[in-house]
């Protein structure tokens, strides 16, 4: 149990377009998912938290208007980078934890190359 | 906030040898303590976690140690495995305060022949 699904798992999209990536708890009901940010042979920086039906809460530093976050059920959360640009390009980890089970449960990332 | 120090960056071991990570946090509060291990081009993956009630915990050849008073935690690889090579990630967070993980640094392990 505990899988959590992310597509798609690499893109390549040109500058100023916009990249939708979503993530999925498969087997569980996530009441918070976390979207992280990955930078070769870096650690991972937390980027924002959400919880299905409200907003998402970002992380300092993280523009909120460039990092659309949608969280539209227990099962799915979505993150929109828009107006992409070169230095977005990034591995993007989702991140879903239910309240039961009190562990975050990890998607396997998504390898974001913008032109 | 909380800071998560984590050493060393890299460690190489002999197969059959055990590995040691060391991680140290500084927000007291922090109760809840994961180990992630990161296969290259994927997520992490949970091997194990503690809670700041218990001092250790086992399962198998992975184990973790917990001294709240110094604040530190430790995860324990015995009989290292060539899979076991990968990058481990500790992680602490205050369970029922936002339960935001803070992580640290990351360690390539590199178990060798």
């Known amino acids: 149990g505990a899988v959590v699904s992310q597509h798609p798992s690499w893109v390549i999209c040109k500058s100023g377009t916009s990249v939708k990536i979503e993530c999925r708890s498969l087997?569980?009901?996530?009441?918070?998912m976390f979207w992280y940010r990955q930078f070769p042979k870096q650690s991972l920086m937390l980027m924002a938290t959400s919880n299905e039906g409200s907003k998402a809460t970002y992380e300092q530093g993280v523009e909120k208007d460039k990092f659309l976050i949608n969280h539209a059920s227990l099962t799915l959360s979505t993150l929109t980078v828009t107006s992409a640009h070169p230095e977005d390009s990034s591995f993007y980890i989702c991140s879903a934890e239910a309240a039961e089970r009190e562990t975050q449960y990890f998607g396997p990332g998504t390898r974001l190359l913008v032109l | 906030g909380e800071n998560v120090e984590q050493h060393p960056s890299t460690l190489s071991v002999q197969e059959g040898d055990s590995a040691v990570i060391k991680c140290t946090y500084s927000d007291s509060a922090s109760n809840y303590f994961p180990w992630y291990k990161q296969e290259l081009g994927k997520g992490p993956q949970l091997i194990i976690d503690i809670r700041s009630n218990v001092g250790e915990k086992k399962d198998q050849r992975i184990a973790v140690t917990l001294n709240k008073t110094a604040k530190h935690f430790s995860l324990h690889i015995t009989e290292t495995q060539p899979e076991d090579s990968a990058v481990y990630f500790c992680a602490a967070s205050l369970r029922g305060g936002g339960n935001k993980l803070t992580f640290g640094t990351g360690t390539q392990l590199k178990v060798e022949l």
């Open positions: 087997d569980f009901q996530a009441t918070t």
